[in-house]
């Protein structure tokens, strides 16, 4: 497919003729199997902590959500759940949690190297906006990926949703070139459906990963958590240009990035299986996709890591959701990926 800009990606999002969105979503299936084969990455997520430092308008864990009990867990369980990700068979662990900085950078060092150390993992991290030092260190001691959306191109929704820290220079899209100077796998993403994201915005953000060296990149909904200001009633929107945060526009949006950066490792994410739950996971990896990231956080913690209401899978032992998700991998006839993985992008 020829792509000239984002008015490209604009009229495919617009497009309203379904036979042409099924041949769209079709074309990305041809193109992931061609660049990226058959093979399902499944990376273990662990979900450290859920206490953080920000306020964001969309997630359920944002510091204002003063009646959630918080949580940060310790290094021996973190360190339990990459012994079960390496013992699934799992080539990746993913250490995700809210922008908490008591998880110090000594800590997640520690547990970087002890998991490096005893498993044959690649490590992802997803921990927020910290500082240089930390990314440094965390890479010195073995961290190999980093994620981190940019979640809209629109500058002023952005700040209206994600409020800045004190004193904060860098935006997420510095840090993102800078994990990449620091030699990271750089993933990035957004979510589909913001309150105030319109048709432009959306197409602008999917080209943006065209333009960008990303190695992965994570679509999922808006989901709307009822104790965030994003998820009460009479949220204002653009009206009748506003994305609505359903699976048709997820799926096309997974068939976009995989069509716009045909190499990049792209997630079925848990937020779309949340809002299709019989089908979600499977119609990302008929799109596009070539990445789950089953959740491996033990029950009692995930529970309290609700960024939003109802996520798929939050109430069943880790071991149960793995072997779900490999079922559903196979029935579609793919296979599972052994490994960590190659490195896509240009850094390769
Ligand atoms: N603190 C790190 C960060 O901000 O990158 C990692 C954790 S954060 C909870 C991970 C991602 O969850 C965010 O990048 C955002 O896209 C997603 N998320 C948060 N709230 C959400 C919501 N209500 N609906 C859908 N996705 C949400």
């Known amino acids: 497919m020829d792509w000239t800009g984002a008015t490209d990606v604009l009229r495919w999002l617009r497009e309203s003729d379904p036979a042409k969105v099924r041949s769209l979503l079709e074309e990305a299936d041809a193109v992931r199997r061609r660049e990226v084969g058959d093979e399902v990455h499944l990376r273990g997520l662990v979900e450290v902590s859920n206490r953080c430092v920000r306020d964001c308008a969309y997630c359920g864990i944002a510091v204002s959500h003063r009646d959630l009990v918080r949580y940060r867990m310790t290094a021996e369980e973190v360190l339990a759940c ?3 990700a390496a013992r699934l068979g799992f080539g990746t662990v993913v250490l995700q949690g809210g922008e908490d900085y008591g998880l110090t950078r000594e800590w997640v060092a520690g547990v970087v190297r002890a998991i490096r150390q005893e498993t044959p993992l690649a490590i992802t991290l997803s921990l927020g906006e910290r500082p240089d030092e930390d990314l440094i260190a965390w890479r010195e001691a073995g961290a190999d990926r980093y994620l981190l959306r940019f979640e809209t191109t629109d500058q002023d929704l952005y700040r209206q949703i994600h409020p800045p820290l004190p004193g904060e220079t860098r935006d997420r899209f510095q840090i993102l070139a800078r994990l990449r100077e620091l030699d990271y796998e750089v993933g990035s993403g957004i979510m589909v459906g913001i309150p105030g994201q319109t048709w432009e915005t959306l197409a602008r953000d999917l080209w943006r990963f065209r333009e960008m060296d990303l190695d992965m990149i994570g679509i ?15 949220v204002p929107d653009a009206g009748p240009d506003q994305v609505p945060a359903n699976e048709d526009t997820v799926l096309r949006c997974v068939a976009l990035a995989r069509l716009l950066r045909p190499d990049a ?12 739950r019989e089908r979600g996971r499977e119609h990302g990896l008929q799109c596009g996709a070539n990445v789950v990231m089953p959740n491996l956080t033990p029950q009692r913690y995930r529970v309290l890591y609700e960024i939003y209401p109802a996520k798929a899978s939050a109430d069943e032992p880790p071991e149960r959701t793995a ?22 992008g240009r850094g390769r």
């Open 220 to 234: 999922g909904p808006f989901i709307p958590h009822p104790e965030t200001p994003l998820g009460r009633p009479g």
């Open 82 to 84: 990459a012994r079960m």
């Open 265 to 276: 490792n792209i997630p079925s994410t848990t937020a779309l299986a949340t809002i299709n």
């Open 323 to 344: 072997e779900a998700v490999t079922r559903r991998v196979l029935a579609l006839g793919r296979t599972i990926a052994r490994g960590p993985g190659p490195r896509r």
